[in-house]
Nanobody, 126 residues
Framework: QVQLVESGGGLVQAGGSLRLSCAAS????????MGWFRQVSGKERDFVAA????????SYGDSVKGRFTISRDNAKNTLYLQMNSLKPEDTAVYYC???????????????????WGQGTQVTVSS
C-alpha cells in the first residue's frame, strides 16, 4: 500500500507561481511512475503531468506545457509540481497519483493509476 499526501496549494494571483509537493510512503513507492491530475467541481479529472520511476521520462497536458514542471526526489520519496505563469483556469483541486504497474514510461489516463492523495486546492485569482 502507498500513501500519498499533497501540500503546497493555496491562493495566488494570475502570473504567479506555486510548488506542489506529494510525500509518498509505502513499499517500492520510489519505483512507481507518478502523476499529477486536477479536477474542477462537476467536471472530469484532467491530466496535468507525469514522470517515470527514475525521472527519465515526463509528459505534460497541453494546457500546462511550458509553464509547469514535474520532478521527483526519490531519496525523499517526494513528487513535485512547479507551476509558473499561473492562470485563473488553472484553479482546481490537484491530486498526485502513483502507478504501481509502471516504472518506465508514463501514463496520462487516471484509470492507469492505483494510489491517490487527498488533493490540495489551488486558486488563481485574476
Amino acid at each position: 500500500q502507498v500513501q500519498l499526501v499533497e501540500s503546497g496549494g493555496g491562493l495566488v494571483q494570475a502570473g504567479g507561481s506555486l510548488r506542489l509537493s506529494c510525500a509518498a510512503s509505502g513499499r517500492a513507492s520510489s519505483a512507481y511512475s507518478m502523476g499529477w491530475f486536477r479536477q474542477v467541481s462537476g467536471k472530469e479529472r484532467d491530466f496535468v503531468a507525469a514522470i517515470s520511476g527514475r525521472g527519465g521520462s515526463t509528459s505534460y497536458g497541453d494546457s500546462v506545457k511550458g509553464r509547469f514542471t514535474i520532478s521527483r526526489d526519490n531519496a525523499k520519496n517526494t513528487l513535485y509540481l512547479q507551476m509558473n505563469s499561473l492562470k485563473p483556469e488553472d484553479t482546481a483541486v490537484y491530486y498526485c497519483a502513483a502507478d504501481r504497474d509502471r516504472s518506465f514510461g508514463v501514463a496520462s489516463k487516471d484509470i492507469e493509476y492505483d494510489y491517490w492523495g487527498q488533493g490540495t486546492q489551488v486558486t488563481v485569482s485574476s
